[in-house]
């Protein structure tokens, strides 16, 4: 048996474990929301409030993802190519298949049209990783030439300089937009934050405790600005710590990172248990695909059981539902060889 508490079959397992925590967020983010935005404040709304902004993580640790295990690489032409002709697979076969399942038209203006705009909304992640896929090589090859230092000063400009600016339009003192468009966008900053902390940072114990304890302050900072601009705004415009450049939200996923890799570094995991983490992570790209069809499908469960109980654990169980649901769907889809070399 290996005995590694990082890695099995050269798979770093508290990635894996990244990937399942995002791929599940990101359903929450899209379910949950009816619950805060059909009530006024109560302990309910700030416990789905809460649990909004612990949802809004999931890109930036995607992306964060993506840092820790590409940058450090160099990829060839024929790697290269392959990466962006199996992401544009992806948006083409996908973002057909959800139009076609609510019965768009199926002209060849239209079908094209929604493959390079896909009309179902979470799908602009998709369009995002293409993007970045596409300059990778540059970003390779940047990481590469900049010291620690160096790279910190990267992500403090892109997370934390041009992270400020949904505050800024809170207040009413909008920036000109030029100087957010000149600057790397946060989600290169989310990138190469990935790749500090793989390549450059030594998770102790105490910055482990320090990150928890960041994110739990975060938590509390996001929930109590968003109760105060409730009232201000008088019940609206008060979600805008969510935009996904606030630095407070990519900030909380760099804290959630360091924590979740700090306990996988010290805690013994079986090679069985390692495993099923494993194949998991393998399903969360077909996960995040086909999620909002289950979405579609058990809407009508969650609606029953929020009118006969408690909303929050309706929702959750709906969530979960749509989960495993997914999972499922996606393992029987990878045993179809075109799609497995997809998702």
Known sequence: MQNNKLNVNNKKIYIEFLRIMAAFLVIVNHTNSSIFLNTEPSLIWFVSI???????????????????LLLDKQDDTKKYFSRIIRMSAVIAVFSVAIHLFRKGSMSPVSLLAEILNSGHVPYWYLYLYLALLLILPFMQKLAKSLDKKEIMWLIAVTLI???????????????????????????IGMIFAGYYIEKHMDITKKKAVGAAAGFAA????????????????????????GDIKAFTLSMSAVCIYIAVKYVFSNTHISEKTAKIIKYIGSLTLGIYLVADYFGTLYEPICVNMMQSGNDMAAVIVYEILIFVSAAVLTAVLKCIPVIKKLI
């Open 50 to 68: 809460a649990y909004f902004f612990i949802s809004r993580i999931a890109v930036p640790i995607f992306l964060m993802i993506m840092g820790a």
């Open 161 to 187: 300089l041009g992270g400020t600016e949904p505050f800024f339009k809170f207040a009413g003192l909008g920036i000109h937009t030029s100087f957010f468009d000149g600057l790397f966008t946060c989600y």
């Open 218 to 241: 975060i938590m509390f900072f996001q929930v109590a600005v968003s109760y105060a601009a409730y009232y201000i705004k008088g019940g609206s415009d008060y979600l805008f710590l």
